[in-house]
């Protein structure tokens, strides 16, 4: 079976410092992983995601996120973030050639401040 | 390219009364996930379909809640009869047949059950 911790249920910070949400994940069999984002209101869209290759894998807003998997882990950072980036953020895992589902993180909620 | 499209995008209704939330997957997509979220349990698997047939529903709360998918561009999900405690909002998601374990994800419907 396959399980996502995200430590950090709130995560608040200023306008332009950096942020890591941490994102540890256990299974068996090799996976894929994913960092979905939840604007206020909306549906999820995901961030960014790792299939295979390089371990680090960027969005087109910034985030960037490394696939670590001695350590079982995906964290997600961004080197300065903006009142936008305000929104939840779900670590997500599937198992390689699964017909299962996507196993979600219980999320962690970024606040920006300015 | 159209999205998933899930109507209502907003129901209010009296405890007792049937609810049907209804679902559009994107085109050739494959499986059909819907997803409950609320502030207590976070994001929830209620249950997921493969070309149609339904492959697990684990997480389907009782027998009140029931869902069908008669075609490839079409689920819904029933709820009879409602109680308060389902209020929270319902996610429906299709993932395309080439599994990536990627999930593509509607704006969601906010169910508020008096």
């Known amino acids: 079976a396959q399980s996502v911790t995200q430590l950090d249920s709130q995560v608040p910070v200023f306008e332009e410092a950096p942020v890591e949400l941490r994102c540890n994940y256990s299974?068996?069999?090799?996976?894929?992983l994913f960092w979905y984002v939840q604007y206020p209101n909306q549906g999820l869209q995901l961030l960014l995601k790792?299939?295979?290759?390089?371990?680090l894998v960027e969005s087109i807003n910034g985030f960037e996120a490394e696939f670590n998997k001695s350590q079982t882990s995906f964290h997600l950072r961004k080197p300065s973030v903006h009142i936008s980036d305000t929104a939840e953020y779900f670590c997500?895992?599937?198992?390689?050639?699964?017909?299962?589902?996507?196993?979600f993180g219980k999320g962690t909620k970024l606040s920006v401040k300015p | 390219d159209a999205g998933v499209i899930q109507s209502p995008r907003h129901e209010v209704t009296e405890m007792g009364q049937e609810v049907t939330l209804r679902c559009k997957p994107i085109?050739?997509?494959?499986?059909l996930f819907w997803y409950r979220q609320t502030m207590m349990r976070g994001l929830e698997l209620l249950i997921y379909?493969?070309?149609?047939?339904?492959?697990?529903d684990s997480g389907m709360p009782e027998d009140r809640f029931s869902a069908k998918m008669p075609n490839a561009s079409f689920s819904t999900l029933k709820i009879q009869p409602s109680e308060p405690r389902d209020s929270a909002v319902y996610f429906c998601?299709?993932?395309?047949?080439?599994?990536?374990?990627?999930?593509?994800f509607g704006e969601g419907s906010r169910l508020t059950v008096l």
């Open positions: 085109s050739g997509h494959n499986s």
């Open positions: 998601a299709s993932r395309p047949s080439k599994n990536t374990g990627e999930l593509f």
């Open positions: 790792y299939l295979s290759g390089s371990t």
């Open positions: 997500a895992v599937s198992s390689w050639g699964s017909q299962g589902n996507l196993i």
């Open positions: 379909f493969n070309n149609n047939v339904p492959i697990d």
């Open positions: 299974s068996s069999v090799s996976v894929y």
